[in-house]
């Protein structure tokens, strides 16, 4: 029996994954490539998809996983340090958008429904696509995330009073079901539910369910809570991805979250594809083809007013230019939940079908420059604090003085989050005079409160690094997410003072080598210090005396980590090494050797002696790997045993 779903599903993996190859070569972001298979497979390209209502319900699972997941990363507590971000931030945006897309389109002779209508549809922004941009680049957690965070989550909330007053609009027709308060009532109703639920019904119900051990009831009962609380918001007149990011947030105050985020992850991966496949397909290419500066120059224009208004509304909550222009930027295009809305227009007669193709074309080529627009805001934000504008122009607030014009030899910290806090409290604890730095000003307010000897201000400003006394400082120590900025910092501060000592923390390994010729004496990379963290765990195991293993680290360190940055086919440890014992090596697997394409079981390693404690393939680390493990060339072995053990199995990895 034929299947037409089944086919369509197939034509979508298949022509994704050329697509996707395609651009991987070319540089080009993946979601941009999920939107051009949608063109390719759409009934407007060469005609592939035929189930389309069903691939459309799809892309919906695809957008309830995507906020499910980021619900999980985001807990109440969080949203409740953001919460000027989603109450000001999100209502101001929203609100003036809307006031000004109406006021250009009464000026232009629209109706005022069509016109209040349209406000509503460029209000809002894409969450599913932003937040998985911000993602992938680390950085939900910088100043700039929490801010379009927050406002992202505001613009979720809000559908559900633009859909409930679009009916009301001057000039709709049909009927109205539900009264606003009965819908308002229910809305209220179901906060109120999940806010119990996160405190005591879901932990208790995954306290059950873990000790049973089944990965997979787990799983299950992961999605099961998704989708029931996604279902239960669209029946209280909410959007179903709110409700899947509230279910997030419900297990997000468990200890359970990041088990469930990882479990949950390979389902999301697979399923936002169908969202973004599902935009490329409304895209009329022949109405595009035939308007081409039409569109364009209305994408531009609405990209421009958005980011205008966003920056705007940023600079009055006070933060300053750069993260106005990176805010206002990445909230410029025109959201998944548009389309919902224009849908409740154009039912109820506000929308003519030439408005609503026009809008269709123009909402998806926005959100197809998104990845090109977020990549390169960090450059533009760069190049306009380099221009020599007012001085409130940079700094919405006055920088707060931390009165250390006597301080010397003191430590400047960047950034005031966990990194921050734990060197501060450190130097505290040692007597070491410090100076913090923090972009936030709900953090500076709170922490200068405490005590703590804390500035406003973004530290890629040369006046805030003469601020913290960066002439008389003896060591930077660089701790926020922003790649851009911290490279800034890192550049500025080694010309500010040449002989200060710079620490920056990256989460980025190709950024290591870029901050060192900025600058930078040392930089920390998160995954590097993970690594050395499970080895020297796992050679406790092993019962290797704490001396060693502490030797073995400051060896990995003060060579730049270069053994895992660039292995070597020499051992980095063996019996030239005074420092560390011969019964420790590290064995690169070569190309045409006896192990190579292998598994640990066939090459008979255990029958040779010693004991394999991991591999380490690229950035990967493989603890305790079974017999099964096959090795693949350019794996590193780190092995434990006497020298003639490792003797006999040096000869396994090396080529014949």
């Given at each position: 029996m034929e299947i037409p779903l089944l086919g369509d599903i197939?034509?979508?993996?298949?022509?994704?994954?050329?697509?996707?190859?395609?651009?991987?070569?070319?540089?080009?972001?993946?979601?941009?490539?999920?939107?051009?298979?949608?063109?390719?497979?759409?009934?407007?390209?060469?005609?592939?998809?035929?189930?389309?209502?069903?691939?459309?319900?799809?892309?919906?699972?695809?957008?309830?996983?995507?906020?499910?997941?980021?619900?999980?990363?985001?807990?109440?507590?969080?949203?409740?340090?953001?919460?000027?971000?989603?109450?000001?931030?999100?209502?101001?945006?929203?609100?003036?958008?809307?006031?000004?897309?109406?006021?250009?389109?009464?000026?232009?002779?629209?109706?005022?429904?069509?016109?209040?209508?349209?406000?509503?549809?460029?209000?809002?922004?894409?969450?599913?696509?932003?937040?998985?941009?911000?993602?992938?680049?680390?950085?939900?957690?910088?100043?700039?995330?929490?801010?379009?965070?927050?406002i992202l989550i505001f613009q979720d909330i809000a559908i559900v009073p633009l859909m409930l007053a679009t009916p009301l609009l001057p000039g709709a027709t049909g009927d109205v079901t539900d009264s606003t308060l009965f819908i308002l009532a229910k809305g209220l109703g179901l906060i109120t539910l999940i806010i119990i639920s996160a405190k005591w019904i879901v932990p208790t119900a995954l306290y059950h369910i873990a000790r049973i051990g089944d990965r997979e009831l787990f799983l299950l009962s992961l999605v099961a809570i998704c989708f029931a609380v996604a279902w239960v918001t669209?029946?209280?007149?909410?959007?179903?991805?709110?409700?899947?990011?509230?279910?997030?947030?419900?297990?997000?105050?468990?200890?359970?979250?990041?088990?469930?985020?990882?479990?949950?992850?390979?389902?999301?991966?697979?399923?936002?594809?169908?969202?973004?496949?599902?935009?490329?397909?409304?895209?009329?290419?022949?109405?595009?083809?035939?308007?081409?500066?039409?569109?364009?120059?209305?994408?531009?224009?609405?990209?421009?007013?958005?980011?205008?208004i966003a920056g705007l509304v940023?600079?009055?909550?006070?933060?300053?230019?750069?993260?106005?222009?990176?805010?206002?930027?990445?909230?410029?295009?025109?959201?998944?939940?548009?389309?919902?809305?224009?849908?409740v227009g154009l039912a109820h007669g506000l929308l003519s079908e030439d408005v609503y193709q026009i809008f269709l074309d123009v909402a998806v080529l926005t959100m197809a420059a998104t990845s090109f627009i977020i990549s390169f805001s960090p450059k533009v934000a760069d190049a306009a604090t380099k221009l020599p504008l007012p001085h409130r122009w940079h700094h919405s607030l006055?920088?707060?003085?931390?009165?250390?014009?006597?301080?010397?030899?003191?430590?400047?910290i960047i950034g005031y989050g966990i990194n921050g806090r734990n060197v501060a409290r450190s130097a505290k604890s040692e007597g070491i005079p410090y100076v913090i730095v923090d972009i936030?000003?709900?953090?500076?307010?709170?922490?200068?409160?405490?005590?703590?000897?804390?500035?406003?201000?973004?530290?890629?400003?040369?006046?805030?690094?003469?601020?913290?006394?960066?002439?008389?400082?003896?060591?930077?120590?660089?701790?926020?997410?922003?790649?851009?900025?911290?490279?800034?910092?890192?550049?500025?501060?080694?010309?500010?003072?040449?002989?200060?000592?710079?620490?920056?923390?990256?989460?980025?390994?190709?950024?290591?080598?870029?901050?060192?010729?900025?600058?930078?004496?040392?930089?920390?990379?998160?995954?590097?210090?993970?690594?050395?963290?499970?080895?020297?765990?796992?050679?406790?195991?092993?019962?290797?005396p704490r001396d060693r293993i502490e030797s073995f680290i400051d060896h990995i360190r003060s060579d730049g980590y270069e053994m895992f940055r660039s292995i070597s086919k020499e051992p980095y440890c063996n019996s030239d090494l005074s420092m560390i014992s011969n019964d420790f090596i590290t064995l690169k697997v070569s190309e045409g050797s006896q192990a190579a394409g292998r598994s640990i079981k066939d090459v008979g390693l255990k029958e040779k002696g010693g004991a394999l404690l991991a591999i380490q393939r690229d950035v990967q680390i493989f603890n305790y790997p079974e017999e099964n493990f096959v090795f693949q060339p350019g794996d590193v072995a780190i092995l434990l045993g006497s020298e003639s053990q490792i003797s006999s199995v040096e000869e396994l990895f090396e080529k014949q």
């Open positions: 197939a034509v979508i993996f298949v022509l994704s994954v050329i697509v996707l190859f395609i651009f991987h070569k070319i540089k080009a972001p993946a979601i941009v490539g999920f939107l051009v298979t949608g063109i390719l497979a759409g009934p407007q390209g060469f005609g592939l998809i035929h189930a389309l209502d069903q691939v459309e319900i799809l892309s919906e699972i695809g957008v309830i996983l995507l906020l499910f997941t980021i619900g999980l990363e985001v807990s109440l507590k969080d949203l409740m340090k953001i919460k000027k971000y989603v109450l000001v931030g999100g209502s101001l945006q929203v609100a003036l958008t809307i006031l000004a897309v109406f006021a250009i389109l009464r000026y232009l002779g629209y109706p005022a429904g069509t016109s209040l209508l349209l406000g509503f549809l460029i209000a809002l922004s894409s969450t599913a696509i932003v937040l998985r941009i911000i993602q992938s680049k680390s950085e939900l957690y910088t100043p700039q995330g929490r801010t379009i965070l927050g669209s029946l209280a007149g909410l959007s179903l991805g709110l409700g899947a990011f509230l279910a997030g947030l419900t297990i997000s105050e468990s200890q359970y979250s990041q088990q469930a985020f990882g479990n949950i992850l390979p389902l999301r991966d697979a399923f936002t594809s169908f969202f973004f496949v599902s935009i490329g397909m409304l895209l009329d290419v022949n109405f595009l083809l035939q308007n081409p500066m039409q569109v364009v120059l209305l994408g531009f224009g609405i990209m421009l007013l958005k980011a205008l940023i600079a009055f909550i006070g933060l300053p230019l750069r993260i106005t222009i990176l805010v206002g930027l990445a909230l410029s295009q025109i959201g998944e939940f548009s389309f919902v809305l224009s849908q006055p920088i707060i003085s931390s009165d250390i014009e006597a301080v010397t030899d003191h430590v400047i936030d000003p709900e953090i500076v307010n709170s922490d200068k409160r405490n005590g703590e000897p804390i500035s406003y201000g973004d530290a890629t400003q040369e006046n805030v690094l003469q601020n913290a006394g960066i002439k008389n400082a003896k060591i930077m120590v660089i701790a926020i997410s922003d790649r851009s900025a911290t490279r800034r910092i890192t550049d500025l501060a080694r010309r500010l003072n040449p002989e200060i000592y710079i620490i920056a923390r990256t989460r980025y390994i190709q950024e290591m080598g870029v901050l060192h010729n900025l600058g930078a004496n040392e930089v920390i990379p998160e995954e590097y210090e993970t690594s050395i963290e499970i080895f020297s765990r796992v050679l406790e195991k092993y019962q290797v």
